[in-house]
């Protein structure tokens, strides 16, 4: 059973920055996409930005310019360096991996929290 881990959320003021961590329990997470996804109180939950295998991402157009998902293989982690925090930004994260015929998971969520 695969675990992931998510860490680094907080509370942070408007223009601040923070760096969430998805850590995976085996060395997988270049075999498939693994997304950060976000789900606010009473909102969708909605995808912020995703890293394939070979490397190519994907941004929701919010966060374009401001957020950076990048992938450490040897760390088994996958990051989401958040800048320029916005209010409309408070969430809980959650990242999530998945791969063609296995199943999809998904970490516990981290809390972030932008205050204005």
């Known amino acids: 059973q695969v675990q992931l881990v998510e860490s680094g959320g907080g509370l942070v003021q408007a223009g601040g920055s923070l760096r969430l961590s998805c850590t995976a329990s085996?060395?997988?997470?270049?075999?498939?996409?693994v997304g950060w996804y976000r789900q606010a109180p009473g909102k969708q939950r909605e995808l912020v930005a995703r890293?394939?295998?070979?490397?190519?991402?994907h941004y929701t157009d919010s966060v374009k310019g401001r957020f950076t998902i990048s992938r450490d293989n040897a760390r088994n982690t996958v990051y989401l360096q958040m800048n320029s925090l916005k209010p409309e930004d408070t969430a809980a994260y959650y990242c999530?991996?998945?791969?063609?015929?296995?199943?999809?998971?998904w970490g516990q969520g981290t809390q972030v929290t932008v205050s204005s």
């Open positions: 999530n991996l998945w791969r063609l015929g296995y199943p999809e998971y």
């Open positions: 085996e060395s997988i997470v270049s075999t498939g996409v």
């Open positions: 890293i394939a295998s070979g490397g190519s991402t």
